[in-house]
């Protein structure tokens, strides 16, 4: 078992920056990938970030060059780092995390999930 905690969100201007952390408990969380996921009301879980065990990242399009999602194996913490934000990323953001090795972006591929945080970008 995983338990993820997500922190970081909070209200921003356009342009400005957030860090989110999603801090996890329980053994062996370095085997998993961990994914970042956003959604706004009445929409879809949408994908955004991924995080490999070994280090490796992806990003869709629409974050690429602003977005960054790295790990901390000594803390048991991946991150999403966000800057440049724009009103469009305003949602709830969601860490997930499922041991497969392979790049997966639908929620349903996930086994573990946060509680989410809200990210507003003012305009």
């Known amino acids: 078992q995983v338990q993820l905690v997500e922190s970081g969100g909070g209200l921003v201007q356009t342009g400005g920056s957030l860090r989110l952390s999603c801090a996890a408990s329980?053994?062996?969380?370095?085997?998993?990938?961990v994914a970042w996921f956003r959604q706004a009301p009445g929409k879809e879980r949408e994908f955004v970030a991924l995080s490999w065990s070994d280090g490796r990242t992806y990003h869709v399009d629409s974050v690429k060059g602003r977005f960054t999602a790295s790990r901390d194996a000594a803390k048991n913490t991946v991150y999403l780092q966000m800057n440049s934000l724009k009103p469009e990323d305003t949602d709830v953001y969601y860490c997930a995390a499922n041991t497969l090795g392979g790049l997966y972006v639908r929620a349903t591929e996930y086994d573990y999930w946060g509680q989410g945080t809200r990210v507003t970008v003012s305009s």
């Open positions: 329980g053994r062996a969380f370095s085997r998993y990938a």
